[in-house]
């Protein structure tokens, strides 16, 4: 009886070992990607609704300012999703019987409210407040991206902590004159950095990164 | 004026020469190596401090080095980690105690540091003796097979030594008391 | 390494060998591998069977936990931590003796550990991974304990806490478990390359030859590796020493009087290797009936290891005597108090056991006689048992159930889910133990051979 | 393979099965051995709950926008991403979870959420900004005003209204509690005749062809039993009815009714009259058993003017501001630990005290009867300092006192010149003042002779809750009678009626009542009836033949009667808005005194029974009261002051009693009237109780009060009789070799445990206090002796600097009597679960705040009792942030101790190194997933924590932030005074201050400048941001010396 193993074993039980390395830093880096992914963060994905609302057309087309349907987003910590009512103001006049919009005439007809589907969804245990963010001159489209580019609305940004902590540890590189805030064409001024400093200055811009100031 | 010649040249790895007990392995690994062969090992069932020196001609070792290297390296990553994760990147105001806290830091780098030294160690050896290396030439002779984990002492003087040469060094080998010479095949 | 030196030391009163005499380097070999070989009595797959019985109580135990929550188990709130990290603690403690007679006894040059390391290494393994469960299982959410307490970057962009002892024992647990892993396994390499060249069947040779990695014996090979192991131990004796120091910093960094104490260190090591050796002799004294290796394991061994029992129980209960003593004269009330709870306190039962087992239970190893009796030994090694789960008892309930605020006081009362538990990882353990008996050399056979006469050899002259 | 079902609470029958109302369902408890069930299961047995009706009102509720906006995520559903044990599927995604994916990350997919926007839209409606509405809650008629917290039509929180007198803004236990009650999943849903559902129409139908035969012979036949009515609106109501039906009856029952004092008082001056107290003029206080502080009308006021004369700052002055408060009680109350002196007295003795008392101030015509030396004494003493505070002296008799007794009291009062200052009479409140049990009696009488032909019981529940003597159920069963029985459950009393009618709860109704000085307080509904229901005033509308007017048109009559004009409109809504009718108190009168009364009521007392050997006391219960806030979880689980009992009560005895009679604590034990009825329950050895006297709480054993309530505890109604209903003179005990376990949040069943951990208490300086002469001589006692000349706060750190906004808290120990109202508070602010008798048994109660209770003295005979509320300390050097692995817990700017749910994984560390032990852990699924009901109830600013997560007080965060934000909006600082922890804000002594430490106009930092302020434990350094104000007592010389 000759050897137990044949002379290849040799250089398979050291090949083995390198693809055992390989492997692993293969899975690791495949987990990262995937937690930062739109799979898992749900970034970039478009969600069906009962109606298909452009936010394009409404906003960079027509040009209604994003307070006018979501009203309470300057004093609460919900910006509010628009009652049915908002949306008869206009299409009571105008696409009065266009097809898609007929399940929100249905609703105005029998009180029924619509049920969309949530896009920029949080944790329940993160507590958000919009009317803070927008005081302090944190734009719309800094995290719900541009929305007057979405025909069909999307997450605009991954809203995970990391993400969110980035901000809040410093904040001016993010801000706006509190009047830009809900201004989609925002142009920034050259000398962008400097007057951001002032910005924060004037609307008491500080670093939050207390755990309390987001869960309870 | 050794010139090495290839394995091939003889078309066996070398010849294997077997002993009764470790003392008379010990002493013909001196003969060889005083007749100046070096491409040569010694197989015994139990580690023979003396032998290793003869076989390794006196070197030292080099797993320690690679130990002490792995240690530094587990401390300086655990420490880093340390100071990274609490006072760089994320600083949480915890207990009030400060975001430096290095004297809570000491345990965590200890670990860090014998972790990676004792893995340098152990990696650093292998690595050294070229394992894993289930293949082996010796393996080829049955007497080597059966006895040298138990109670076999055996010299193999290997073909690519400068010295070597196949009737010659058999005779060598048999007149330092060797109970049985084998080829080895390759 | 060359033991000629033994004759010239002056002959001790009492000095059996630790190895019979009569044996060769084929003897041995041929011996204790004929114990994986040869074929299993009835018995052992009987014990093997009760202890996988035992195994499977614990999994039922784990499952129903992870459905169900904490609440199985009898913590409540003062006592936030009972049986799972008393066993924790125990088994832990059990752990040490496998590494400090494989490094330390190593480093100290005592021949008798050969016979035995081997065995306490598999040991220290099995224990501590029945260890590790308990700080896994008993967080209220494993399922993300399991990875948050480790520093890995996430989205979150957080990690973990650095300043808390759990950490510590994180990183502490796990690189004892890998280090002792990692020295187990290069101890077995040799013993494997034996077993790959002794067995007959081809499967079995494929296997071993696997784990051998192509083991040789070289001179060269012995060569590195001697000193990979020497380094291993050195590295592993401070380890040993700072692991259960860090168990022990679980309680002594605490506010909870009867935690915050400065010796808990030196009191946990001792009470660790204390424990150690006592469970090696449970499980050695009936083993070397069962397979006939009183020749290997000698009376010099049992007689060695009654004599560090007797010492390490001394320091703890040196421990216990500090505490007592610093609690009085430290003036601090809630000291006091803690003591005299432990002592007269609801829990007293316990902690009298606890007297009973650490302390008086070993004073009769004073005597030669009883070091010299096997029944004797297995006896105290088995007081010695119960006495350090006691201990741990006593230190982590017991001292909660009645600290700062009497208005907080309560009663701990272990459920039977927490007996489940505990007596599951008692039979993974021994699951384990048969299953390395079984298939792995439970002693190290080349070091065994070192020892033999075959192995003396002189020193060459050089030329 | 988990226990999904938490029941939400508990039941005390472990594994038992309850029948309530016409659903029948099976209960397990929640212990170590849960329910297996799938969801399927799950969802079969949610709707045998409810039955149809239940499940067709929630899909109507289910349509409107409040209900849409439950759905959103305004209403937080998990604390962890995973809802534990849910499914065998999510376990095992869950533990792919932790392999794969969660690898790397803690995000993990969550399921797609919806959005339900309103249809139409509300101006001032703004999502998830709470709204608060002015209300008001009778209790047994008596109003007290409140302000609702309402999150998208969901009442959440009740708080007391700051304008409302009967309030100034707190509320007692049961108050907040009530809105638990809206919820409740076990009131009656449907209108039911005979047990089978029936509607409103086929009962009027009844009703009609029953009041035309009724109309011919002026109604002879028709009754109307209610509860003391003090509503302009009902009263109107029943006047037109009796008015309509000349020969109607109209009868009152209600056991807390406090008719004794109606009657001595009657009997004084010769016609019904109302009593109110104003502490704030009081110097010297006597209570004669009576609790007023925490129970009957008016107490939450009465506990803010009595501890207002107890906040002591400065030496200088202490004793003009300080009152003294002399307190003579059989079993320790509430009010008994707030007092000077409290002396253990047994009923039977009241009344010789009494008349001694009176004889020593002067009362004419009173002789001093003999006396045991010590109550001599002290009675004297105590009569010396009254009559030395002539006009600032008060006498406040229990309602358990006889009549007789009550009438004494009045002169003595008079004696003391009281009426007009400490003490106001006025016209009664309540409209027609009735005895309450003779008016029972007397239509039971004509039940039994036949004379009753259609009955309304409207919000009374006599079958259960009425002398045992008078068997109502059998009167009522034996009755012909058309029997409507009106109530929020389908109860006991319902059982022996033909009709149920549904009620509607008082956060769904319209109506007003008179609070305890006659204001009258509006009730206005926070949301729309969750069954159908009715109101009592639209009941007897319905005799009335109105039965399609609603509350809101009835209480409009009322009002438009009052005030008319074509103002009325804005009137109206002024009224709705205050919540109250501005200065509609009762003026203060002195009615004129009938001389002979005096010599009547000492007859009366002589004539009294003496004690024997053992008197049993029957009081009600310091937490469901009568037994009718029975079903009310958060109520059960309340440890009730002093004994700390959950879910059940006992036989209480002194230790020494207990002793005597040869009984343990915990020992079964049967009680045995002289005309043998008797009572069966545990014995529960409490200090503090007088000797010779075993105090049974009622409210327990209720068989039809929902599942919460159904079969725990016994009633003390079997032992009631007419001649004695608050106890018997003289009873027999015997145990009957069984015991039982209790669950108790403190002293742990035995009266070792007692006297060691007070020993301890006493020993450590845990609660610091002094006499009056000593805080004179050193204020600083509260940290004499302690660690002097040590700085205590001594580190090597640097220590974090906290600008801006720093929140502390300052509790004053001379302010608390331990009522238990910020327990309860902090439950329902902060979605905080009930967990069962089995677990609070086992010490696993989530109570954030806990009021610890310590004996001084020896505990058989204590020489006073005191309560320490503990919340978190919000330590700067927290020991639990330390030790916490995954930085769970960790200091915010502001130096909040922040608990992170979500981050947590719950190895207890925390809790085990916490010196307070104020860490909660979710040992099991605590919180109901699934009643729909209580996720109404929750509050969605705070995160509902789900099983393995640690919970503590924050503070109320979310009360912080809600205040915060805002104003840092507006560029500006929060006010002091702006936020008001749940606590703070319910405590009716107002013994807690929160705010801005580092605002030196703060309350709070005046507070911690008191010298009486010290923290508690300073010596472990862990700088605690709550603190506390040292006890200062003020005890007559003549009797301390």
Same mark, same amino acid.
């Given at each position: ?171 001016? +590189? ?43 | ?12 790895? $070398? ?42 001609? #006196? ?64 990696? $650093? ?62 | ?17 630790? %190895? ?50 904490? &609440? ?21 403690? /059990?752990? #040490? ?60 962009? %957080? ?105 808990? +260190? +030196?009191?946990?090591?001792? &009470? ?17 009936? !069962? ?23 001394? /320091? ?90 009497? $208005? ?53 002259? #050089?030329? | ?31 170590? !051995?849960?329910?297996?069930?799938? *969801? ?42 995973? +809802? ?95 809105? *638990? ?273 259609? *009955? ?75 069954? $159908? ?43 709705? #808005? ?38 049993? !006391? ?346 915060? %934000? ?76």
């Amino acid at each position: 009886m000759a050897q137990i193993f044949p002379r290849s074993a040799n250089a398979l039980a050291r090949a083995s070992v390198f693809v055992a390395l390989f492997l692993a830093a293969a899975g690791g880096y495949a987990l990262w990607t995937l937690a930062h992914s739109g799979y898992v963060t749900r970034e970039g994905i478009i969600l069906q609704q009962p109606v298909p609302f452009s936010h394009d057309h409404h906003v960079a087309q027509i040009g209604i300012d994003c307070r006018y349907c979501h009203t309470s987003v300057e004093r609460a910590a919900s910006a509010g999703i628009p009652p049915t009512q908002t949306c008869m103001n206009c299409h009571n006049q105008i696409w009065t019987n266009a097809a898609v919009l007929e399940p929100v005439r249905a609703s105005w007809r029998d009180g029924k409210p619509l049920t969309w589907n949530r896009v920029n969804d949080l944790p329940d245990f993160v507590y958000f407040n919009h009317s803070i963010h927008v005081a302090k001159g944190v734009a719309c489209t800094t995290c719900h991206g541009r929305i007057d580019k979405m025909p069909l609305m999307y997450q605009g940004a991954p809203l995970t902590m990391k993400w969110c902590l980035d901000c809040h540890r410093d904040p001016v +590189p993010n801000l706006r004159p509190r009047e830009e805030v809900t201004n989609v064409l925002w142009q920034p001024p050259a000398d962008l950095a400097a007057r951001q400093k002032e910005w924060a200055l004037a609307n008491h811009v500080q670093s939050k990164v207390s755990c309390s100031n987001c869960h309870r | 004026m050794t010139t090495a010649t290839s394995p091939t040249t003889f078309g066996i790895h $070398g010849l294997m020469a077997e002993y009764s007990t470790a003392q008379q392995l010990l002493d013909a690994a001196g003969q060889a190596h005083r007749a100046g062969f070096r491409a040569m090992d010694a197989y015994t069932p139990f580690p023979v401090e003396a032998l290793s020196e003869v076989i390794c001609d #006196h070197h030292k070792s080099k797993v320690p080095l690679i130990c002490l290297t792995g240690g530094v390296v587990g401390a300086l990553a655990g420490w880093g980690l340390q100071i990274w994760t609490s006072a760089v990147d994320y600083p949480m105001n915890i207990g009030g105690k400060p975001y430096n806290s290095w004297p809570a830091f000491i345990p965590v780098l200890f670990e860090c540091t014998v972790l990676f030294a004792a893995f340098a160690a152990a990696i $650093g050896m292998f690595m050294l003796n070229g394992l894993p290396q289930p293949y082996h030439p010796v393996f080829n002779v049955a007497r080597f097979r059966e006895k040298a984990s138990r109670d076999g002492y055996f010299l193999c003087i290997e073909a690519q030594d400068g010295k070597f040469d196949r009737s010659g060094t058999r005779d060598f080998l048999l007149q330092t008391g060797a109970v049985e010479v084998n080829d080895v095949e390759l | 390494m060359s033991v000629a030196e033994s004759p010239r030391l002056p002959a001790p009163l009492y000095d059996p060998p630790v %190895i019979a005499p009569g044996h060769s380097s084929a003897s041995v070999g041929d011996k204790i591998s004929s114990v994986v070989f040869g074929k299993m009595p009835l018995w052992f797959y009987v014990a093997m069977a009760i202890s996988f019985g035992g195994a499977m109580m614990l999994l039922t135990a784990l499952t129903k936990l992870v459905f169900t929550g904490i &609440g199985i188990w009898g913590n409540n709130n003062p006592v936030g931590w009972g049986f799972d990290i008393i066993n924790f603690v125990w088994w832990i403690g /059990i752990g #040490h003796a496998g590494t400090l007679i494989s490094a330390i006894l190593l480093l100290l040059r005592q021949e008798w550990r050969t016979s035995i390391n081997r065995f306490a290494e598999a040991m220290t393994l099995f224990a501590v991974a029945c260890a590790l469960l308990f700080p896994l299982f008993h967080t209220g959410r494993p399922w993300l304990a399991v990875y948050w307490l480790l520093p890995y970057p996430n989205t979150m962009a %957080i990690w973990p806490n650095f300043r808390s002892p759990l950490i510590w024992d994180v990183f502490a647990v796990s690189t004892y478990g890998s280090v002792s892993l990692v020295f187990w396994f290069i101890g077995l390499v040799p013993d494997l390359a034996t077993f790959r060249d002794r067995t007959k069947k081809l499967w079995q040779k494929k296997i071993y030859g696997a784990l051998a990695m192509g083991w040789r014996g070289s001179a060269r090979h012995w060569h590195n590796y001697e000193s990979a192991y020497l380094l291993l131990a050195g590295l592993s004796t401070p380890l040993v020493l700072s692991v259960h120091s860090v168990v022990s910093f679980d309680f002594a960094s605490g506010q909870v009087p009867g935690w915050h104490a400065t010796i808990f +260190p +030196p009191y946990f090591v001792a &009470g660790a290797v204390f424990a150690g050796f006592a469970m090696v002799l449970t499980l050695m004294i009936p083993l070397r009936k !069962a397979f006939g290796l009183e020749d290997f394991i000698t009376m010099k061994h049992m007689d060695n290891m009654g004599k560090v029992m007797l010492v390490t129980g001394l /320091i703890v209960g040196y421990g216990y005597i500090v505490e007592i003593f610093t609690a009085w004269y430290s003036g601090n009330i809630y000291e006091w108090y803690m003591i005299r709870n432990r002592i007269f306190g609801p829990y007293k039962i316990i902690w009298m056991s606890l007297i009973l087992c650490n302390v008086l239970a070993i004073q009769p190893l004073w005597f030669r006689k009883a070091r010299k009796s096997i029944a004797a030994l297995w006896i105290i090694s088995m007081f010695v048992n119960f006495g350090m789960w006691f201990e741990r008892f006593v230190i982590i309930p017991t001292s909660l159930h009645r600290d700062f605020l009497p $208005g907080s006081w309560g009663m701990y009362y272990p459920t039977r889910w927490d007996f489940a538990t505990f007596f599951g990882t008692i039979g993974l353990f021994m699951a384990l133990m048969f299953l390395f008996v079984r298939v792995f050399p439970a002693i190290a056979m080349f070091e065994m051979k070192g020892l033999t006469p075959d192995a003396k050899v002189k020193e060459p002259a #050089h030329g | 393979m988990t226990d999904l079902l938490m029941p939400h609470p508990a039941p005390a029958t472990p594994g038992g099965s309850t029948t309530t109302g016409d659903c029948h369902v099976e209960w397990k408890k929640p212990s170590a !051995a849960p329910v297996s069930v799938n *969801l399927a299961a799950a969802r079969e047995r949610l709707q045998s709950r409810g039955g149809a009706t239940y499940w067709r009102s929630l899909e109507e509720l289910a349509e409107t926008p409040e209900f849409g906006e439950l759905l959103d995520r305004e209403f937080p559903r998990f604390a962890s991403e995973w +809802p534990d044990g849910v499914s065998r599927r999510n376990f095992l995604q869950l533990a792919a979870a932790s392999l794969g994916l969660a690898g790397l990350t803690a995000c993990t997919r969550q399921p797609i959420e919806k959005i339900v926007p309103y249809v139409r839209q509300a101006e001032e409606f703004l999502p998830g900004k709470p709204i608060l509405f002015a209300t008001s809650m009778a209790l047994s008629g008596v109003a007290t005003g409140l302000l609702i917290e309402s999150h998208n039509g969901r009442p959440t929180k009740v708080e007391g209204n700051p304008e409302h007198p009967a309030s100034l803004g707190a509320t007692d236990a049961v108050t907040q509690a009530s809105v *638990l009650g809206l919820y409740d999943p076990d009131r009656s849903q449907a209108i039911s005749q005979l047990g089978k559902a029936a509607t409103w129409t086929t009962l009027n139908q009844q009703l009609t062809s029953a009041l035309t035969a009724q109309s011919a012979f002026g109604g002879a036949g028709l009754r109307l039993l209610t509860g003391p009515v003090t509503s302009p609106t009902e009263a109107r109501l029943i006047a037109a009815l009796l008015e309509s039906y000349p020969q109607a009856r109209w009868h009152r029952w209600d056991p807390l009714a406090r008719d004794g004092a109606t009657k001595g008082l009657t009997e004084a001056f010769g016609a019904p009259v109302g009593m109110r107290f104003d502490l704030a003029k009081a110097d010297v206080v006597l209570a004669l058993e009576s609790d007023f502080l925490t129970a009957g009308p008016g107490s939450v006021r009465y506990a803010r003017d009595f501890a207002d004369r107890r906040k002591v700052g400065h030496p200088e002055g202490a004793a003009a501001t300080m009152n003294r408060l002399y307190v003579a009680e059989s079993s320790p109350t509430a009010t008994g630990t707030v007092a000077d002196h409290r002396f253990r007295i047994r009923p039977s003795q009241l009344g010789g005290i009494v008349q001694a008392l009176a004889a020593a101030v002067g009362v004419a015509g009173v002789a001093a009867p003999p006396l045991d030396t010590a109550s001599a004494k002290w009675v004297a003493a105590t009569a010396r300092d009254l009559a030395a505070h002539r006009g600032a002296a008060l006498v406040v008799a229990g309602e358990t006192l006889p009549a007789a007794a009550h009438t004494l009291v009045a002169a003595i009062n008079e004696a003391l010149g009281a009426s007009g200052g400490t003490l106001l009479y006025s016209a009664p409140i309540e409209a027609d003042p009735v005895d309450n049990l003779t008016s029972l009696v007397a239509l039971l009488d004509e039940m039994k002779a036949g004379k009753v032909d259609l *009955l309304l019981v409207s919000g009374v529940n006599p079958v259960y809750d009425a002398p045992a003597d008078l068997e109502v159920a059998a009167v009522f069963q034996g009755s012909s009678a058309l029997r409507i029985h009106h109530g929020l459950h389908d109860d006991e009393t319902a059982a022996y009626c033909q009709w149920h009618v549904p009620a509607t709860h008082y956060l769904e109704s319209w109506g007003d009542a008179r609070a305890y000085d006659g204001t009258v307080s509006l009730v206005q509904p926070l949301i729309e009836p969750l069954y $159908g229901g009715k109101t009592t005033g639209e009941m007897v509308g319905a005799l009335l033949g109105r039965p399609t007017d609603d509350a809101y048109t009835l209480l409009r009559e009322t009002w438009e009667g009052q005030m008319g004009g074509e103002t009325f409109e804005s009137a109206f809504r002024k009224l709705l #808005h205050d919540g109250m009718v501005p200065a509609s108190a009762l003026a203060p009168s002195q009615p004129a005194w009938v001389g002979a009364s005096v010599s009547a009521a000492v007859q009366a007392l002589a004539g009294e029974p003496a004690g024997g050997e053992l008197e049993l !006391a029957l009081r009600p219960d310091p937490s469901v009261l009568d037994g009718r806030f029975a079903n009310n979880g958060w109520l059960q689980e309340l440890p009730k002051p002093i004994t700390k009992l959950t879910w059940e009560n006992a036989i209480l005895l002194s230790p020494r009693t207990a002793e005597k009679l040869g009984v343990k604590g915990n020992d079964v034990a049967e009680l045995t009237s002289p005309d043998g009825r008797k009572l069966t329950g545990p014995v529960w050895l409490l200090p503090g109780q007088a000797d010779g006297v075993a105090t049974v709480h009622l409210g327990y054993g209720r068989t039809r009060a929902g599942k919460v309530a159904n079969g725990i505890g016994f009633s003390a109604y079997a032992a009631q009789t007419l001649a004695s209903r608050y106890g018997l003179p003289s009873v027999t005990l015997a145990a009957t070799g069984d015991s039982a376990e209790l669950a108790t949040t403190q002293g742990h069943q035995s009266i070792d445990w007692m006297r060691e951990e007070s020993e301890q208490a006493t020993e450590r300086a845990i609660v610091r206090q002094a006499t009056l002469s000593e805080f004179e001589q050193d204020p600083h006692f509260a940290h004499a002796g302690a660690h002097e000349g040590i700085d205590v706060n001594a580190s090597f750190n640097p220590g974090f600097e906290y600008k801006g906004y720093s929140w502390g808290m300052v509790i004053d120990l001379n302010a608390c009597n331990g009522c238990n109202a910020c327990v309860v508070a902090c439950q329902s602010e902060n979605n905080i679960p009930v967990v069962g008798k089995e677990q609070v048994a086992r010490g696993r109660e989530m109570h954030w705040i806990r009021v610890d209770r310590y004996y001084q003295g020896d505990v058989d005979e204590p020489s006073a009792i005191v309560s320490q509320p503990i919340v978190c300390m919000q330590c700067e050097q927290a020991p639990c942030e330390v030790v916490c692995p995954v930085a769970a817990t960790v200091h915010s700017t502001e130096g909040l101790n922040d608990m992170v749910y979500n981050r947590c994984v719950g190895t207890r560390y925390c809790a085990n190194n916490c010196p307070y032990k104020v860490r909660r852990f979710n040992f099991l699924l605590y919180q109901d997933w699934e009643t729909e009901q209580f996720k109404l109830q929750r509050n969605p600013d705070v995160t509902v924590r789900s099983r393995g997560v640690m919970e503590k007080c924050t503070y109320c965060v979310q009360r912080i932030n809600r205040a915060r %934000i805002p104003a840092d909006r507006d560029q500006r600082q929060v006010a002091d005074g702006e936020i008001q922890t749940a606590c703070q804000q319910a405590c009716p002594p107002q013994a807690i201050s929160f705010g801005n430490i580092n605002d030196p106009a703060a309350k709070v930092v005046a507070d911690k400048k008191n010298p009486r302020n010290y923290s508690l434990l300073e010596e472990l350094g862990t700088r605690p941001r709550t603190t506390y104000l040292a006890m200062v007592k003020n005890p007559n010389p003549e009797l301390s010396a």
